[in-house]
């Protein structure tokens, strides 16, 4: 019989906004502990919040011993990443948060500003007693916030926020200036029909059919626009697009629920333009005999089962600038209610467009319609994305595109 053990201990530091004042502090410390044990091509699993007794949880992990598991269990692999540190002490945090306030009370006196700040520090391990020993910490700051426009009844505004290992408050303070600044300098919008348009790289909107058809299951089965496709380019040479837990890229552990462990610690799912495989766990690569990607996730007490990766896409060797070529972009700051057609046809509506020339934040145009297709916005479209930060809070970078743009 083989035991296995996944620890995931949250700490978690929390200052709620309301009113562009410091409304609370919260603290949270949980530790979640899941046994699993497999025996004869079954899988039983059991979980506690806190202390536990170990023979108990073990005795009650051997009882649910009926889920079906044929797949060899990872084994024989020590790693570590461990990327925690002491962004801010609790009293530090606080301070600064007061302090960006005031900024913002009084130089942005007509935003209300709401939502959350936090340190979260994470520590997940898995371990078996087949020589698996998988060990990932991490520390970052997430920020939240809703910059609620006064003179408008209702939440209506933007939302701005980041996650990141490092606190830098001027870089804090420039991007809110920027966005402020831009969005009370309302533009009517330019002529051209087709605009660059630049997303920050994290942003998932227009990545959602490849999150939607590159889903092993969707894609073994025959009913995903790329399930055809395999070892086809149907992209732009210069686009590659990784399921990634990369520590550069991402804030995930570097394996997955059940051990995998890629190269680099990314999947190279299109590569130079070519689909080379959708995302699988075990169970998806084994049923429709396609690569195993390092794709299952699940709760401390429950099965692994094949989610949604993180998706990162390949920097160029350009920057922003350099993209732009001179031109002016449509940098969306807000996006929500788009989605792809299964054709691949794309949508959404952006209710907070920026004009963007490459190095400034210009004004905010009228509420707008971006679209195109996905072989077009990844092909013929793709610009690329910037070796350069479009949020040097996040260090998140741009991607971007050519696509229609048009007033609602």
């Known amino acids: ?38 025996d004869q091509g079954k899988l039983g699993i059991a979980g506690a919040l806190g202390d536990y007794d170990e023979k108990e949880l073990e005795s009650k992990a051997k009882d649910n011993l009926i889920l079906p598991y044929e797949f060899q269990v990872s084994k024989n692999l020590k790693l570590a990443e461990d990327h925690s540190k ?11 948060v007061e302090d960006i306030l005031e900024v913002c009370r009084k130089d942005y006196k007509d ?37 609620s426009d006064k003179a408008i009844a209702g939440l209506e505004g933007f939302f701005w ?25 309302k533009l009517t919008m330019p002529e051209k029909k087709t605009m660059p348009v630049i997303f920050i790289d994290y942003e998932m909107l227009p990545l959602l059919k490849f999150y939607t058809d ?9 009913t995903s626009i790329f399930s055809k496709e395999l070892n086809n380019r149907k992209f732009n040479e210069d686009f590659t697009l990784y399921a990634t837990r990369n520590p550069e890229d991402v804030k995930t552990p570097f394996f997955d629920a059940e051990g995998v462990v890629n190269d680099n610690y ?20 084994n049923m429709f005999n396609l690569p195993l990607t390092g794709s299952a996730a699940s709760a401390y007490d429950s099965a692994p089962n094949l989610a949604a990766p993180q998706l990162k896409i390949k920097e160029g060797k350009n920057t922003l600038k350099e993209l732009l070529g001179g031109e002016k972009a ?37 509420k707008l319609q971006v679209s195109s297709n996905i072989y077009d916005m990844f092909g013929q479209g793709f610009r690329g994305v910037s070796t350069d930060f479009i949020s040097p809070s996040g260090q998140y970078k741009a991607l971007v595109m050519d696509m229609m743009v048009e007033t609602i």
């Open 86 to 96: 002491e962004i801010l002490s609790d009293e530090k945090l606080c301070e600064e």
């Open 330 to 366: 449509i940098l969306v700051v807000n996006a929500a209610g788009g989605d792809f057609t299964q054709e691949g046809n794309f949508a959404t509506p952006v209710q907070v467009p920026i004009l963007f020339d490459g190095e400034n934040m210009l004004g905010m145009l009228p």
């Open 214 to 222: 590159l889903n092993g299951v969707k894609f073994g089965s025959g």
């Open 111 to 147: 935003f209300g500003v709401y939502n959350k700040i936090k340190i979260i520090n994470e520590s997940i391990s898995l371990s078996n007693n087949e020589g698996l020993e998988l060990l990932s910490k991490d520390s970052y700051l997430s920020c939240e916030l809703m910059f």
């Open 1 to 38: 019989m083989i035991k296995e053990k996944y620890i995931e201990n949250i700490k978690e530091t929390s200052i709620n906004i309301v009113q562009s004042n410091f409304e609370s502090l919260r603290k949270k410390n949980i530790t979640k502990t899941g046994l699993r044990v497999y």
């Open 266 to 285: 990314r999947y190279a799912l299109i590569e130079n333009g070519v689909i080379k495989s959708p995302y699988t766990d075990k169970r998806t690569a």
């Open 161 to 185: 926020g980041f996650e990141s290992r490092n606190y830098s408050r001027e870089n804090i303070i420039k991007e809110i200036d920027s966005i402020c600044g831009a969005y009370r300098n």
